[in-house]
Nanobody, 129 residues
Framework: QVQLVESGGGLVQAGGSLRLSCAASGRTFSRYAMGWFRQAPGKEREFVAVINWSGTSTYYADSVKGRFTISRDNAKNTVSLQMNSLKPEDTAVYYC??????????????????????WGQGTQVTVSS
């Protein structure tokens, strides 16, 4: 029904920056929160950030607060994740996900992404030391 495609991943040195983008297409719903999750090899998927439909609130994992910024452009059906001051521990496959609704961002928090209806294929982010 809805397809999400991430882009922007790559290899970057510690301290560098990357900007990930997620484009939605297909049968998009009227209002939806967009979240970013990541999964490192051998580890569980974990929450990174989420933004509500209205763009009035955001919520971040403690591990990325102050370094990552989530934003969205509803006219283009995209959500971005600006990642600064990257660390080797940020290395993971990053996924965007969508969940219907327009409550505050905190409402859409879930550590493993439970409740999210659609997922992208992921984009690899590798941070070298």
């Amino acid at each position: 029904q809805v397809q999400l495609v991430e882009s922007g991943g790559g290899l970057v040195q510690a301290g560098g920056s990357l900007r990930l983008s997620c484009a939605a297409s297909g049968r998009t719903f009227s209002r939806y929160a967009m979240g970013w999750f990541r999964q490192a090899p051998g580890k569980e998927r974990e929450f990174v950030a989420v933004i509500n439909w209205s763009g009035t609130s955001t919520y971040y994992a403690d591990s990325v607060k102050g370094r990552f910024t989530i934003s969205r452009d509803n006219a283009k059906n995209t959500v971005s994740l600006q990642m600064n001051s990257l660390k080797p521990e940020d290395t993971a496959v990053y996924y965007c996900a969508a969940r219907a609704g327009d409550y505050s961002a905190r409402y859409y928090y879930s550590q493993r992404g439970s409740g999210y209806d659609y997922w992208g294929q992921g984009t690899q982010v590798t941070v070298s030391s």
